[in-house]
């Protein structure tokens, strides 16, 4: 069987005929399959004379097999099967890298399957490190380490085919023995080396993962190895893994679930803060270097952009994570809005700023937490009971105005970063060149990449407030109007981005008589619409559609008088152009829907916007924009809609 097996490995290594290699791949994935593959590939890689094809090939096999097919197993072969694994780590202690990751696959693995007092020393920890003990010291130092890592990793892998139960005892096992493993760590500090020192962060970080804060020894903050990992961050060849190993240090220091700050990790969380906070020049080199290269610019060569540190894009990455998951986990004192908190903040909106979409997208998630923290903790107060005397309104009343205050003031201390944020996010959101001259695949992603920027821009203007937030959107409006009557060209693209933005924030909670609103929505129809590119119309159309129902309320309570009669021609010329007649039928539908009742003076407008979306064709928002005319119309204007008119309608 086993010259089958290698005649096999080196038909699909070596052949040149796919068919062969087909064929190969087919037997080989069914002899995995087999009961016999344990006796086979433990006979290969055990002989001396196999190429590393097939060395490494097997160890695979062992591997999967132990993880899928380990009740195969007579219970007398699990002592052999693990000698023969411990074996074949020395033996491949030197030599074939991959090899022993697999093989330590298979160890880890196996002792998922297997309860730690199946292990004479009380568990797989110790076990390893007794049968490694007298051993050469090279091999032992690199298996140790890698079983280091890939034990807790496997702690709860869905590749290991054991019960539930199984596996949260694995688990709980590995956890009580976390000391051993952190102490076995630093004596590995020892060793000279960065390429030892990064395998020993590597581990640290996936032990103190698997931690999740508990069952760590004490004076950890003292330890060589939280030193190492902050070492670690300055140099270039343990800087990955000292960045793995800090966030899990980050997170260890506050309750992964509330980001309540563990009290008796303070020093250790101001230390880690003060490292990660150093980070920031050398990132603001590397952001600066970016931007200059996104607009064209050699960044490298620019005279203001000298970067000493010449970091690629994945150690910008790491430095960028470290911001965020600071920001993140120490949320909860971010909020107590004091000045030695901004750091953090600012170095957030270095990372929105940068032009990779892989690392300003990192900053989205603390954007919104902050923000929901900024506007609705005042209302889940409001429902808490007393903190004073339990059951007393005067109580209530005063913590809550208390609160209220509090919440204020936070607001406001935040307010120039996010006012910041709305920049930086309105700046990302302008149309690009050739916009128009896009795929629609193209015009598709593009319209996700600016979803994905509104979504932040409503968590800035939430946080800034709706009257703020509309007078820095529509700035660029006013810009253009004293640009135009300057005679200056317009810009239709400024003028597009800035509907787009306030269209992107209509969810807020707008007051009944926002004049800003209210003058935006008046000034639509002054727009050239008809002289500039199709998707400023589109947009135009959009922003009706959004605030429909806010007209709606506007107009019920005395304001907006007229504004339906001077917006609905302007739907009639969007409708007339194909790239913007489907927004145009969205506005059409929502405003029937909304303000049908306000529509009276409209009647023939409406006629005419009846008959164009029925022009459109059986386009969907075309017809329900017909259907909501006609329903307005109908009782409103009664014969002025035709029989086959109102036929057609009911059809759509």
Not at 10 to 26: G, P, Q
Not at 429 to 451: T, V
Not at 582 to 605: E, F, I, Q, T, Y
Request: glycine share 6%; with cysteine.
């Amino acid at each position: 069987m086993a010259e089958q097996v290698v005649a096999a490995i080196n038909a699909l290594y070596r052949s040149d005929d796919s068919k062969v290699r087909h064929e190969a791949d087919r037997w080989l994935d069914g002899w995995q399959s087999s009961s016999e593959a344990w006796s086979v590939a433990n006979a290969i890689l055990h002989n001396p004379s196999s190429d590393p094809e097939y060395t490494y090939f097997c160890a695979q096999t062992l591997k999967t097999k132990v993880q899928r097919d380990y009740e195969e197993l007579p219970l007398d072969s699990v002592p052999q099967l693990r000698d023969s694994l411990l074996a074949l780590l020395i033996k491949f202690g030197k030599g074939q890298p991959a090899v022993r990751t697999q093989l330590c696959l298979a160890m880890a693995a196996l002792a998922a399957h297997l309860p730690a007092a199946q292990w004479e020393e009380g568990g797989v920890l110790r076990w390893l490190m007794e049968r490694f003990n007298g051993q050469d010291a090279d091999i032992a130092m690199s298996c140790m380490l890698e079983l280091l890592t890939v034990l807790p990793q496997e702690a709860d892998s869905r590749k290991i085919s054991c019960r539930p139960e199984r596996r949260a005892a694995f688990a709980a096992e590995l956890r009580a023995v976390i000391p051993d493993a952190l102490n076995l760590l630093t004596s590995c500090l020892s060793q000279p080396g960065e390429t030892v020192r990064g395998q020993v962060l590597e581990s640290l970080g996936c032990w103190l993962k698997l931690s999740g804060g508990a069952a760590l020894p004490a004076g950890l903050q003292n330890s060589p190895l939280v030193g190492a990992a902050l070492e670690g961050l300055e140099k270039d060849g343990t800087f990955h893994s000292a960045v793995d190993a800090v966030v899990e240090l980050i997170w260890i220091t506050v309750d992964p679930q509330t980001c309540v700050p563990n009290t008796n990790m303070t020093s250790l969380a101001q230390h880690l803060v003060m490292k990660v906070m150093a980070l920031r020049p050398r990132f603001s080199l590397a952001l600066r270097k970016a931007i200059a290269e996104s607009e064209g610019r050699d960044g490298g060569h620019e005279p203001d952009v000298d970067d000493e540190f010449d970091d690629d894009e994945e150690a910008v990455k790491g430095m960028a994570r470290l911001f965020c998951e600071v920001a993140e986990a120490y949320i909860q004192l971010v909020l107590s809005a004091q000045p030695d908190v901004l750091a953090p903040v600012e170095a957030l909106l270095d990372v929105t700023a940068h032009p990779e979409q892989d690392i300003y997208s990192m900053s989205f998630s603390f954007w919104h937490k902050l923000s929901r923290q900024l506007t609705i903790g005042v209302i889940e107060l409001q429902s808490q009971p007393s903190l004073t005397v339990p059951g007393s309104p005067i109580a209530n009343n005063q913590a809550v105005n208390s609160t209220a205050a509090e919440q204020a003031r936070r607001r406001e201390f935040f307010r120039p970063a996010f006012e910041k944020l709305i920049s930086l996010v309105r700046g990302r959101m302008r149309l690009p060149q050739g916009f128009q001259r896009m795929r629609s695949s193209e015009k598709a992603d593009w319209r996700r990449y600016r979803h994905a920027w509104s979504d932040v821009l409503l968590d800035a203007a939430a946080a800034v407030g709706e009257q703020r937030a509309l007078q820095l959107l529509l700035q660029p409006l006013a810009d253009l109007s004293q640009a135009s009557s300057q005679g200056k060209e317009f810009d239709w693209k400024a003028a597009e981005l800035a509907l787009h933005c306030v269209r992107s924030i209509s969810s807020l909670n707008f007051n009944v008589n926002e004049p800003q609103l209210e003058n935006l929505l008046g000034a639509l129809p002054t727009l050239p619409l008809q002289s500039q590119p199709p998707q400023l119309s589109y947009t135009a159309a959009l922003v009706m559609s959004s605030f429909a129902e806010w007209m709606d309320r506007s107009i019920q309570a005395g304001h907006c008088v007229g504004l339906i009669q001077r917006l609905l021609p302007v739907l009639l010329t969007a409708l007339g152009n194909n790239a913007s007649a489907a927004a145009a039928a969205v506005a059409v539908r929502d405003l029937c829907d909304s303000c049908g009742k306000h529509m009276g003076p409209c009647l023939n407008d409406l006629s005419t916007l009846y008959q164009k979306t029925l022009e459109a064709g059986a386009a969907t928002k075309a017809a329900q924009a017909a259907a909501a005319a006609a329903a307005v119309a109908g009782p409103l204007g009664g014969p002025i809609l035709t029989a086959a008119q109102r036929s057609a309608a009911g059809a759509a």
